[in-house]
């Protein structure tokens, strides 16, 4: 693909884009940055863009992905700061010590996960997105984000239950109060 045919054909998708972008990132000069390094990313493929079938649905996944990415980048050091923040307001240090390691065990479960499960349950109790966030970001439609989300609350408990059965006898209350 030429400069010429790059601005003809990819360019004018930038001002399409705009706007979902803008939604998932809820930033306007952070929405104006992905805009221009999704068309420098779309210029580095630019000779894989004439064998797309669906010129239109491949550039709206890039701009997605590209979004998602940035919010992964973005959202890890609010996530950890609110579970520091947690930890260390904890009164004994032998609780503090237990917390964590429930914490650990859980994003140990978590990112044992499905990738779809693991992204819909670290979207919606991590990064606390609504249901319509999630659906932006990911594509699905709301009942099944919810039956995803449900899935994955159950799979995290079962592994959960596994380990502190296992651990701890059948006393199954610490489970329960981090669920």
């Given at each position: 693909?030429?400069?010429?045919?790059?601005?003809?054909?990819?360019?004018?998708?930038?001002?399409?884009?705009?706007?979902?972008?803008?939604?998932?990132?809820?930033?306007?000069?952070?929405?104006?940055?992905?805009?221009?390094?999704?068309?420098?990313?779309?210029?580095?493929?630019?000779?894989?863009?004439?064998?797309?079938?669906?010129?239109?649905?491949?550039?709206?996944?890039?701009?997605?992905?590209?979004?998602?990415?940035?919010?992964?980048?973005?959202?890890?050091?609010?996530?950890?700061?609110?579970?520091?923040?947690?930890?260390?307001?904890?009164?004994?240090?032998?609780?503090?010590?237990?917390?964590?390691?429930?914490?650990?065990?859980?994003?140990?479960?978590?990112a044992a996960l499905p990738e779809k499960y693991g992204e819909v349950i670290r979207m919606r109790d991590i990064n606390g997105f609504s249901f319509e966030?999630?659906?932006?970001?990911?594509?699905?439609?709301?009942?099944?984000?919810?039956?995803?989300?449900?899935?994955?609350?159950?799979?995290?408990?079962?592994?959960?239950?596994?380990?502190?059965?296992y651990e701890k006898g059948t006393e199954k209350q610490p489970v329960k109060q981090i669920l």
């Amino acid at each position: 693909m030429t400069a010429e045919e790059f601005r003809q054909h990819i360019i004018p998708y930038s001002r399409k884009l705009y706007p979902m972008i803008k939604r998932i990132l809820r930033d306007e000069e952070e929405s104006r940055d992905a805009v221009q390094e999704l068309m420098l990313k779309l210029w580095s493929r630019r000779n894989d863009l004439g064998k797309c079938s669906n010129l239109q649905a491949y550039i709206i996944a890039v701009a997605k992905n590209h979004c998602l990415d940035a919010l992964k980048k973005k959202h890890p050091s609010r996530i950890s700061e609110r579970e520091e923040y947690k930890i260390q307001n904890l009164r004994t240090e032998e609780k503090s010590l237990e917390v964590k390691e429930e914490y650990q065990q859980i994003h140990r479960i978590i990112a044992a996960l499905p990738e779809k499960y693991g992204e819909v349950i670290r979207m919606r109790d991590i990064n606390g997105f609504s249901f319509e966030e999630i659906k932006e970001m990911t594509g699905y439609e709301i009942p099944h984000i919810r039956v995803l989300l449900s899935r994955a609350r159950m799979k995290v408990k079962s592994e959960l239950l596994k380990v502190y059965d296992y651990e701890k006898g059948t006393e199954k209350q610490p489970v329960k109060q981090i669920l």
